[in-house]
Each structure stands twice: as C-alpha cells, then as structure tokens.
C-alpha cells in the first residue's frame, strides 16, 4: 500500500474478526495481519497468544513478527500491517524494527480503553506511552545503571568487527 492508499476495510475487518475469535476462545483482543503492500496477499495472520502461553510478549504483533521470522522473513519492507488496535509500546518498538511500511489499526488507544484495560503494576494502558518520555529514574518500573568498569566494551568489540 503506497502512503496515500487507503486501508483495505476488508483487512481492517479481518483483524476484528480474528481478535474476536480470539476471545471467543479465551484469549485477549488482539490481532494481526501481514500483507504485501504491493500485491495484497496476507503473509501472515496472528494472535495475542498471552493467555494461551503464558508469555506476556506473546503479543499479536510480536508472534506475526516471530512467525514470519521463523519462515526467513527478516524484516517486513514491503509489507502493511493491520492490527485490531494502536499497537502497544512494546509491539511499536518491534514494529520500529521490522520496519513495515505502514500500520494500519481498527480502534485507536482511546477507543480501546473506553472497554479494555491491560495494565499491572508498573503502568495502566492510559499511562504506558507516557513511561517512555520520562527519565529512567523517575519512571513506575524503576532503572538504574549498575556499576562496571567498562560498560561499553560488548559495543565496541561489535563496531570493531562490524567496520565497513
């Protein structure tokens, strides 16, 4: 899908349609889809799978990346994204990586929290993202740079090996 092309409210539906499945089946509401941006074919087609695994990043995002992954996929240039709602911090992060070309979302975080609440102890969905701005120490889950005579080292032995 170039930039200006309109999502596909077929795909957009299908990712509601399979978070509800999800659901119907114990799950969480969350879904995602893969698509070739060029041609439309869905590449990929997942769901969150925390409740089933066990694995709190088991996100739908997470396992489409992980799957397409494990298929030899190494990225997803090329590729749209539909997701049911605006991707968590976490699966924002690795959607960053993966460098899709665009994500497409059903429900917006607003929207999603009006029925849906994900939080723990460390955060609630209304003040995940807000954690990201603040200063390591002043954030809910608290981080501190432990001691070490050179923390660096890991950093520079992969430059070093890495040079062009």
């Known amino acids: 899908m170039?930039?200006?092309?309109v999502p596909r409210p077929d795909l957009v539906a299908r990712s509601v349609d399979l978070a509800r499945r999800n659901v119907a089946d114990g799950g969480k509401p969350f879904a995602c889809l893969v698509v070739?941006?060029?041609?439309?074919?869905v590449l990929q087609e997942s769901t969150n799978q925390v409740v089933q695994s066990g694995d709190k990043t088991a996100h739908a995002e997470i396992a489409a990346i992980r799957a397409l992954a494990a298929?030899?996929?190494t990225d997803l240039h090329g590729?749209?994204?539909?997701?049911?709602?605006?991707?968590?911090?976490?699966?924002?992060?690795?959607l960053y990586y993966a460098e899709p070309e665009k994500v497409v979302f059903a429900a917006t975080r607003e929207q999603e929290?009006?029925?849906?609440?994900?939080g723990?102890?460390?955060?609630?969905?209304?003040?995940?993202?807000?954690?990201?701005a603040a200063a390591?120490?002043?954030?809910?889950?608290?981080?501190v740079q432990g001691e070490h005579p050179h923390p660096t080292a890991p950093f520079e032995d992969y430059a070093a090996?890495?040079?062009d």
């Open 2 to 5: 170039s930039e200006n092309a």
């Open 36 to 41: 070739d941006a060029t041609t439309g074919e």
């Open 71 to 73: 298929a030899g996929r």
């Open 79 to 94: 590729c749209d994204v539909y997701v049911t709602a605006y991707p968590c911090p976490m699966c924002l992060g690795a």
């Open 113 to 118: 929290g009006e029925h849906y609440e994900d």
């Open 120 to 132: 723990g102890r460390y955060m609630a969905l209304a003040t995940f993202y807000g954690e990201y």
């Open 136 to 143: 390591p120490a002043d954030r809910a889950l608290p981080g």
């Open 161 to 163: 090996r890495h040079q």
